[in-house]
């Protein structure tokens, strides 16, 4: 007959095999995260840099948009390092007034982004917006990738209809982007009663939401 083997051995064999039969047959949890889920929620959300005119008013519009998460202003497509308003406004830095917009795609597209783009400026006119004048008043795409880049030559031809004259829009690789002083960020929502946002930036946005009432 062979010996018994003590209690102890007995306790921990056992336990170890119910632990073995209880993992091989409980499920997944229903909600485990997959690595894909993982990957999709750490993905930063995408930009587009626009310019328009005067930062301050494509601000206000775009920051009205629903799937837009930020709106910054700030200066590219120029060669100075670290611009300043005053030098920008110079017109010897290159750079123009732009705005960098993140937005959630689930909610608005890049496409849909351009859309407002054309609408809320004059893309016809060279260096200039209403009464602002000089090369940082240039209409402007600045791509973040080839996918923009095709995406904007495409908006760009299909939004001639709606304009007389021919559409001069740049469409560049943006390179660097400065974000602006702090005074010209939120600029319209923290001061509505300054003369450019009364007689500018106000009729302007009262005429973009008339047009899409009507639409």
């Known amino acids: 007959m062979k010996p018994r083997a003590p209690l102890q051995e007995t306790v921990t064999s056992l336990a170890t095999f119910l632990v073995g039969l209880v993992l091989a047959v409980s499920p997944l949890p229903m909600n485990a995260d997959s690595p894909s889920d993982d990957a999709a929620a750490s993905k930063p959300s995408p930009l587009a840099t626009l310019g328009g005119g005067c930062f301050w008013c494509t601000e206000a519009v775009f920051e009205r948009l629903e799937g837009v998460e930020t709106v910054v202003s700030g200066y590219a497509g120029g060669q100075t390092k670290n611009p300043t308003y005053k030098e920008v406004c110079s017109g010897e830095t290159g750079h123009a007034e732009v705005i960098q917009v993140k937005f959630d795609p689930a909610k608005i ?107």
Not at 165 to 189: C, G, M, N, S, W
């Open 109 to 215: 597209s890049f496409e849909e982004l351009l859309e407002v783009f054309w609408q809320a400026h004059d893309p016809t006119t060279l260096n200039r917006q209403g009464a602002d004048t000089g090369t940082q008043y240039r209409s402007i795409i600045l791509c973040h990738d080839e996918a923009q880049k095709a995406a904007a030559e495409k908006s760009k031809a299909e939004a001639k209809g709606m304009f007389k004259r021919p559409i001069i829009t740049e469409i560049a690789p943006l390179t660097v982007f400065y974000p602006a002083e702090k005074e010209h960020q939120d600029f319209f929502r923290l001061n509505p009663n300054y003369p450019y946002c009364v007689y500018v930036i106000h009729p302007k946005l009262r005429k973009l939401d008339t047009k899409k009432k009507a639409e």
